[in-house]
């Protein structure tokens, strides 16, 4: 069986570390956790790792977070992979930081990179991971606050949640999403 793990993200240094990019962060640790390496290939950065026996192919788009799904399309395509082989891993404003939240499928609740994965790859048939970002800014204010910096005390929660995260990206591996789900949404 083989995987499409999506990491979502802005590419460039002035986007690195940024609440936005937190899907090409986890996508990081995982490619690292398996002694992998990411290449730049055709709209995307480009790692394949195993896992159990898996393969699971990791891709951070270079398309930027509006043209995610031109990269997905094309890596789905490219490697065969069904959408329910499919994992998003997203920041989302509507959970609070440190929560964790694996989806069957769903809307793009006006998530720009999820929109244009629903447009280009023929909906919402796709599992996401959902990284809580809060939503902790001023009316007006969404734009710097999903390309900002997590502050100092968000800092200090990041690798333990990355880890949960990266755990999680192989449970839906290994035991499906429904399983997933089970185990890790409380």
Same mark, same amino acid.
């Given at each position: 069986?083989?995987? $499409?793990?999506?990491g979502l993200g802005?590419?460039g240094?002035?986007y690195?570390?940024?609440? =936005? ?6 996508a990081?640790? $995982?490619?690292?956790?398996?002694d992998g ?6 709209l ?5 790792v195993?896992?159990k026996g898996k393969k699971? =192919?990791v891709?951070k788009?270079?398309?930027y977070?509006n043209l995610s799904?031109k ?6 395509k490219e ?13 989302d404003l509507?959970?609070? $930081?440190?929560?964790l939240r694996?989806k069957?499928?769903g809307s793009s609740?006006? =998530? ?12 919402q048939n796709?599992?996401r ?5 809060s939503?902790?800014f001023?009316?007006g ?7 900002g ?11 333990t949640?990355?880890n949960k995260?990266?755990?999680m990206?192989?449970?839906?591996a ?5 399983q997933t789900m089970?185990l890790?949404?409380?």
């Open positions: 069986m083989k995987y $499409l793990i999506v802005n590419i240094p002035e690195v570390d940024t609440r =936005h990019n937190i899907g090409f962060n986890i990081d640790k $995982l490619v690292e956790e398996q390496s990411f290449e730049l290939l055709k995307a950065y480009y790692a394949e195993s896992f699971l =192919h891709i788009p270079s398309t977070m799904g990269a997905v399309n094309y890596w789905m490697l065969k992979v069904a959408p329910e082989n499919v994992l998003v891993l997203v920041d509507a959970l609070p $930081l440190g929560k694996m069957l499928q609740a006006g =998530h720009n990179g999820l929109k244009s994965i629903e447009e280009l790859c023929g909906g796709y599992a991971l959902r990284f809580g970002i939503d902790n001023r009316k204010q969404q734009a710097e606050y999903v390309l910096r997590f502050d100092k005390d968000e800092q200090k929660e990041l690798p949640l990355i995260a990266v755990t990206i192989k449970s839906f290994t035991i499906g999403a429904a089970t890790y949404n409380k």
